[in-house]
């Protein structure tokens, strides 16, 4: 085991490779209160990167109803349930990671999904436990049922579990974007990555006899274009690109402006250790101690700036420029009501208004002659 | 092993049925020279070699480890026809387990033989970095593909539903280069040629290993092998060819086994398996 700094649990910890980060992280920001769980993003990476023999249960890309939905079930509550406590302090974890919690023998603390954990996708997972829904409970907030959609993907981690966990070297880190990819050439199918990865996702093959995972649609990215459960989403809740640590971080780096100038954008479940690099911004109306256990302690200050954005013009700005461009975009700015999304070198990629212009029309169209209706 | 196992033995004395007849423990693998080698685990000539009982360890110097005991021994007997050493390996397991899946492991044994043969043999864990051993492996869902399970989900899944598959589709005419050539592309193992991604033609493979977390596929396969299930567990013939390399005359020689249990969660690294066992070579050159 190596030392090496979690900037996300503000502390060191032990890993079984010595701290090697990549020249640029891929990274990505998803915006839970958008999300509407249409899985049009799970049906792109679905048709896409799953349609093969053996691929059939995998989905890489997946939205679950949290609390009550799960891929695979339980995924989280099994591993939260092993960990023990998981309290923090001034910003710093004070628990054990899932590397520092290895049991004798193993490399990652771990539990191992089976057949029929996969077998129930989305299934009652939108049906509100908890009684009745009295008159007049929708004007409380946080409401007492409640519910919120949370997209997933692989987190292309700074520590990956999986990673780690493989005895025969199979999965790699690329050092020129960090994305996270297992060598289809070289895995022997021990399954010890599917075990390991705590947010599981990455999945056996059992015509291959290989363990598959989540490529973050490299060939799309080495071509400047956002992967495809980002660019099919219709609720615009993504955007990709690259993020730094918190020293290097840059004011005009989208990711950086909003996982570390902001703080808006929170890792999911960044206790375990593994510096997930998907990041959310929490939603608004959940009961903030569920919050905290799942993305940490900051996530009061993160509600609050988002619910500030309708008076910060810059991260209003920014928000907008989520699913307006196809491009990833490396650079932004703010012109007075417009947003701007450029290249690194500084090339406009697309600009969009932070107001969408008013158009009023008369309801009849005497030129046509019929009356118009609204279609908000 | 199950509990029930472990009391046959009382259970045969208290029905005062006389116990299979004493072996004479052997304290080597000795191979008998034969005219020809078989592959079949039911073959009488094996009853002609001397059985030779290897007591199985736990794999826990290198992570992942197997902390648990599971199968306490295998019993190995050996034929040599001068240019392939076949063994047949013999052990309990109470259920077969040949399919592949999520959670799901399958049974497997191996031999392996230093690259080399000398006196000082190199660590009997996967050989060493500069001092390879060469490893025969069996799988058991393997053997079940071999033996006429076909290559499709349904086989492993009898009530799965499919919608389509892109490779299927009606435009391509089955088995078409084109339509081969598609179907490829959706297995990405496959496609990139992993040995061992199959659909295999053999349940064995030819690896080399240079110390753990190292085992590659050998540059040609050359081992022939096959496993059947037996009324206690299974017996698998493993049969390889030897070279020079292996051994010459009064050369030492040593081999070494492995079995994984999937029932077990055996997989990799988790394993029970021996030391170096001092092999016997009749007649080799």
């Known amino acids: ?376 | 092993m199950r509990r029930w196992q472990r009391m046959l033995p009382v259970l045969a004395l208290l029905a005062g049925c006389q116990a299979e007849p004493a072996h004479e423990t052997a304290t080597e693998v000795r191979a008998l020279r034969r005219d020809v080698v078989t592959t079949d685990p039911a073959d009488p000539a094996w009853d002609e070699a001397p059985e030779y009982r290897a007591t199985l360890l736990l794999q826990d110097m290198v992570e992942p480890r197997l902390l648990a005991p599971s199968t306490p021994e295998v019993r190995v007997r050996a034929l040599t026809d001068g240019a392939r050493l076949a063994v047949r390996l013999e052990w309990a397991d109470a259920a077969p387990d040949d399919l592949p899946g999520p959670a799901r492991f399958s049974d497997a044994c191996a031999l392996q033989l230093p690259a080399q043969a000398a006196a000082d043999v190199p660590a009997p864990q996967m050989g060493e970095a500069g001092r390879p051993v060469e490893i025969t492996y069996w799988r058991a869902s393997w053997q079940a593909t071999v033996d006429g399970r076909p290559d499709d989900v349904k086989a492993l899944y009898p009530g799965a539903a499919v919608d389509a598959y892109p490779f299927e589709a009606a435009s391509l005419e089955p088995g078409s280069p084109e339509q081969v050539a598609m179907a490829k592309r959706y297995a990405p193992a496959r496609a990139l040629g992993n040995d061992l991604a199959g659909p295999r033609e053999q349940p064995v493979q030819d690896l080399v290993s240079e110390g753990p977390g190292t085992l590659r596929p050998a540059e040609r396969a050359r081992s022939d092998g096959r496993g059947r299930r037996t009324p206690s567990g299974w017996a698998v013939v493993l049969v390889r060819p030897l070279s020079p390399l292996h051994g010459a005359g009064d050369t030492p020689r040593q081999v070494a086994f492995a079995v994984w249990s999937g029932e077990n969660g055996e997989v990799g690294a988790r394993k029970m398996r021996t030391g170096w066992v001092p092999l016997r070579i009749e007649g080799a050159p």
């Open chain 1, 1 to 376: 085991m190596a030392r090496v700094h979690n900037w996300q649990i503000g502390r060191d910890m032990s890993y079984w490779y010595p701290e090697s980060r990549p020249q640029k992280q891929f990274a990505a920001v998803f915006d839970t209160n958008k999300c509407i769980s249409c899985q049009t993003c799970t049906i792109a990476c679905k048709t896409t990167w799953t349609s093969g023999k053996g691929q059939e249960y995998m989905l890489w890309n997946n939205v679950e109803t949290k609390p009550y939905g799960f891929y695979p079930m339980a995924w989280d509550l099994k591993l939260l349930e092993r960990l023990g406590p998981q309290s923090w302090r001034d910003g710093a974890y004070q628990g054990r990671t899932l590397f520092e919690a290895a049991e004798a023998g193993e490399r990652v603390l771990g539990w191992r999904p089976e057949e029929i954990d996969y077998a129930y996708p989305n299934v009652g997972e939108d049906d509100c436990a908890g009684g009745d829904v009295e008159q007049g409970a929708d004007f409380r907030i946080p409401h007492d049922k409640w519910f919120f959609y949370l997209a997933r993907i692989c987190n292309h981690c700074t520590y990956p579990a999986c990673l780690a966990s493989c005895p025969r070297a199979s999965i790699y880190k690329r050092p020129e974007d960090g994305i996270v990819l297992i060598d289809q050439g070289r895995c022997r199918g021990y399954q010890e990555c599917v075990k390991a990865c705590p947010y599981k996702k990455v999945f056996y093959n059992p015509m291959t006899g290989t363990s598959e995972k989540c490529i973050a649609c490299f060939p799309k990215l080495e071509q400047g274009i956002q992967p495809q459960c980002f660019v099919n989403c219709i609720g615009k809740i993504r955007f990709a690109g690259h993020v730094s640590t918190p020293a290097e971080a840059r004011e005009d780096n989208p990711l950086d402006y909003l996982v570390h100038v902001k703080k808006v954008a929170l890792p999911l479940y960044p206790q375990w250790g593994l510096e997930p690099n998907v990041y959310y911004v929490p939603p608004i109306h959940v009961p903030r101690r569920f919050l905290r256990q799942m993305f940490g302690p900051q996530v009061d200050a993160a509600i609050e700036t988002y619910r500030g954005a309708a008076d910060d013009l810059d991260l209003a700005g920014l928000l907008c420029l989520f699913g307006s461009t196809e491009r990833v975009v490396p650079r932004w700015k703010r012109t007075g009501d417009v947003v701007i999304g450029m290249e690194e070198d500084g090339s406009e990629i697309v600009r969009v208004p932070i107001t969408e212009p008013i158009f009023i029309r008369r309801a009849f169209d005497a030129a046509r002659g019929v009356t118009r209706t609204n279609t908000p």
